[in-house]
């Protein structure tokens, strides 16, 4: 699927996530999902909605729907921007002794750490892009995951300093045409 | 329009209200801000200084400090026998005067009661401002008496909503509420006010600037996407207007005949739009749709150049996407930017005022393009095939009916209906020559609208005659509102078409579902002259064309109300008609 990273910069108001959520609900359209937090404006937050469709015409009707909100700021459809985008997620595993310590050298290049310890199971935390997690995931199911807790994605625009500097760059390196 | 600092403009003495505003000052009574107000006189002094002349309300628990606020205050209050008659009542007035309609009621079920006009205002873009009580701050979320999640419940149907917490806060929600009702696209906001809040004391102050920077509607269309559509209504081969109700909140009526006739493109008419091009205009093709003419419906399927004012491609418009323009290059103006590629793709698209865009391009089209022949043959269809119904001595018609009342007022009442077929009659048979003469409720189809809505028409426009035109079973809904027709002696001429049934549903029902009559006939009716004599209004009952046109006219020449019953045919079905799932070339009923 093709799913579209939307930023929405809304007012920090009583109600303003019942009016977005409401908004899709009446509007039939689907999220994947949802991150709301205070931004660096105060009285402001900053949501990331991954829409769960690529449809040109249905993501245009969900931007402008949104932007009719009055306390809705600032809708932007970043997925074709450079952006950092990141999830976390919390994973317990199951885990007798005997496997711990192949679990724990499994994680690392995932740059994940294991923050709690059972007699049976081990929780895992890491953070990256969703494909990075959904390869963790996919590599930690044979042993067994007994509770998963994802963020959903949270996201911003890269500096637009570095974004002309990766494009310079990748014209200068171009030799590989 | 809107500046930045809201928050630094401490209390400054109020200024006095400049020009000869409607204001009821009544009493003389100029709040001075030094003054500490209660949250009920606030909103009282606010809708002063909105200039309210009439307010809709029904009183109760929660708003007993606001209606102790509104005692002898100055500013008319309506006093309807349901919150709903409020409601559709201030839908009414917003629809005939262009100014907001304003309500009041109380919390739970007073609030709940409001949900169906506030439904209604928000398809059909009314302005409204809506007071709900609520209980006080403190119980709120304890399932209080009278409790409602007003917010929860009505925020899919406003355009806005507030719950207000602050008693200093008060005056500048209201100020944002009447801003937002009645700019961009109009709707409904809703003022949720809990009772302790009411109570409250604190500063007025009604001078600092509306500040929304995520509310910016864009009044002033492209230029450059407006050449774009002169330069296609230049190369055009058969163009056409549509204008829907956006050319009325415009007031950009006169432009939009000046327009028309300038270039010389025939204009249709969505139903909400009606007024808004003089409908004895040798360029009207009438209204398009479900039971538009075969004119508007042929012009709008056959088009190469759509040019939309206002209008939202409604599905009943439309008929069946895929058969609707198809060959047609389609520019829609519209002051809501989330209309424009909703239902129907388009080529230029304009977001602003119909108005403003209408100025430009009579700016930039200097007169007619090549398409006289497509014209002329669309001016035939319009000759050759109008409304029609068959007139027999077999009894009353209905369509004839509409047309009487046409005659009788010369096309000059304002008409108000109700929803289903009589509603569609009054929309075919009743020429409207002057914009905000027709109200009804179009998007919703709310039954029930029709008595309610026709009061604050008569109140928004107390000289005009208004024609309530109902069916029976709508007229049933809220029937009650009879009592305020009589309580304020609003002179409305209640015209009943009585078919004993839900003619709508059971038209379908006859066409679809081969004439199982499944629960929509009405076979025990009141007896509606003695209901009008109950509320001390002259009631008569007609059932043929002679007596009919006999009391009409004397119903117009008496000064008060009068509630006619016309007893018509019940097996009239409405034609022509564009079955669901159809394109609009596909008309059923056309006139032989």
């Known amino acids: 699927m093709n799913a579209r990273i939307l930023n929405v910069v809304v007012n920090n108001r009583t109600g303003v996530l019942n009016r977005i959520t409401g908004l899709f609900l009446k509007r039939g359209f689907n999220i994947q999902s949802l991150t709301v937090s205070p931004s660096e404006v105060d009285g402001q937050s900053r949501m990331t909605i991954v829409l769960a469709t690529g449809d040109e015409r249905i993501v245009e009707q969900v931007i402008k729907q949104l932007s009719k909100q009055i306390d809705v700021l600032k809708v932007q459809d970043i997925t074709d921007q450079p952006i950092v985008a990141r999830e976390l997620v919390l994973i317990r595993v199951h885990s007798p002794i005997s496997t711990r310590a192949e679990l724990t050298s499994l994680i690392e290049p995932f740059r994940a750490s294991v923050i709690d310890v059972g007699r049976d199971s081990v929780t895992i935390e890491a953070t990256g892009k969703p494909e990075k997690i959904d390869a963790l995931l996919a590599l930690l199911r044979p042993y067994g995951i007994k509770e998963l807790a994802r963020t959903g994605l949270t996201s911003m625009t890269r500096d637009s300093e570095t974004v002309q500097e990766i494009a310079r760059l990748a014209k200068s390196n171009a030799l590989w045409v | ?592």
């Not at chain 2, 809501?336 to 230029?348: L, M, Q, R, S, W």
């Not at chain 2, 001016?379 to 009894?395: M, T, V």
């Not at chain 2, 009068?562 to 409405?574: H, S, T, Y």
């Open chain 2, 1 to 592: 329009m809107m500046s930045t600092g809201a928050e630094a403009a401490a209390p400054k003495p109020m200024p006095e209200k400049a020009g000869a505003e409607p204001s009821p000052q009544a009493h003389g009574r100029q709040v001075h801000s030094t003054l500490e107000l209660t949250g009920a006189e606030m909103l009282v002094e606010a809708l002063r200084r909105e200039g309210v002349e009439v307010l809709f309300g029904y009183p109760g628990g929660a708003v007993l400090p606001v209606y102790d606020a509104l005692y002898q205050c100055g500013i008319r209050h309506i006093l309807p026998r349901h919150e709903q008659g409020a409601i559709h009542a201030a839908e009414g007035y917003a629809r005939v005067t262009g100014r907001p309609g304003v309500v009041l009621a109380t919390s739970g079920p007073g609030a709940t009661n409001l949900v169906t006009g506030l439904a209604d205002a928000m398809m059909d873009s009314l302005p409204l401002v809506v007071f709900t009580g609520q209980v006080a701050t403190a119980v709120i979320g304890t399932d209080a008496f009278q409790e409602a999640s007003v917010l929860g419940i009505t925020m899919p149907v406003t355009k806005h909503s507030y719950q207000v917490r602050e008693v200093a806060e008060l005056p500048q929600v209201i100020k944002e509420a009447f801003h937002i009702a009645t700019t961009g696209r109009p709707g409904p906001v809703l003022i949720d006010l809990p009772k302790d809040i009411s109570s409250a004391k604190g500063v007025f102050h009604y001078d600092a600037p509306v500040y929304l920077p995520g509310y910016q509607p864009t009044v002033e269309p492209n230029r450059l996407q407006l050449r774009k559509l002169a330069a296609a209504v230049a190369t055009a081969r058969r163009p056409v207007i549509l204008a829907g109700a956006g050319i009325l909140h415009a007031r950009a009526h006169t432009l939009l005949r000046q327009f028309a006739e300038r270039t010389r493109i025939p204009v249709v008419n969505t139903l909400l739009g009606l007024g808004g091009f003089p409908g004895n205009h040798e360029l009207f093709l009438g209204m398009g749709g479900m039971h538009g003419t075969f004119a508007a419906n042929h012009a709008l399927y056959e088009t190469d150049l759509l040019i939309n004012f206002g209008a939202r491609f409604d599905d009943r418009l439309t008929g069946n996407l895929n058969h609707f323009a198809r060959r047609a290059k389609v520019a829609h103006i519209d002051i809501d930017p989330a209309e424009i590629g909703k239902n129907v793709e388009t080529d230029i698209p304009v977001v602003g005022d119909a108005g403003r865009a209408l100025e430009v391009l009579l700016q930039e089209c200097a007169g007619p393009g090549h398409y006289e022949d497509w014209v002329s043959h669309l001016l035939e269809l319009k000759r050759d095939y109008p409304f029609w119904y068959e007139r027999d001595d077999s009894g009353l018609k209905p369509q004839w009916v509409v047309e009487e009342i046409c005659r009788a007022t010369h096309g000059d009442a304002i008409v108000v209906t109700d929803v289903g077929q009589h509603q569609m009659w009054a929309a075919q048979f009743y020429l409207f020559a002057e914009p905000n003469r027709f109200v009804t409720s179009g998007g919703l189809g709310t039954m029930g609208f029709g008595l309610p809505a026709a009061i604050g028409a008569q109140l928004g426009d107390p000289n005009r005659v208004v024609a309530a035109v109902l069916g029976d079973g709508g007229f049933q809904m809220t029937v009650q509102e009879l009592a305020v027709v009589a309580q304020y002696q609003l002179p409305i001429k209640v015209i009943v078409l009585n078919n004993s049934a839900l003619g709508m549903v059971r038209q379908w029902q006859e066409l679809f579902y081969q004439g199982r009559y499944s629960h929509s006939l009405l076979p025990l009716q009141p007896d509606y002259v003695k209901l009008a004599e109950a509320y001390a209004i002259p009631g008569r009952r007609v059932e043929d064309e002679e007596s009919c046109a006999a009391v009409l006219r004397e119903a117009l020449a008496q000064p008060g109300p009068v509630l006619i019953e016309c007893r018509v045919k019940p097996e009239e079905n409405v034609y022509p008609m564009v079955a669901p799932g159809s394109g609009l070339h596909e008309m059923i009923g056309v006139k032989p």
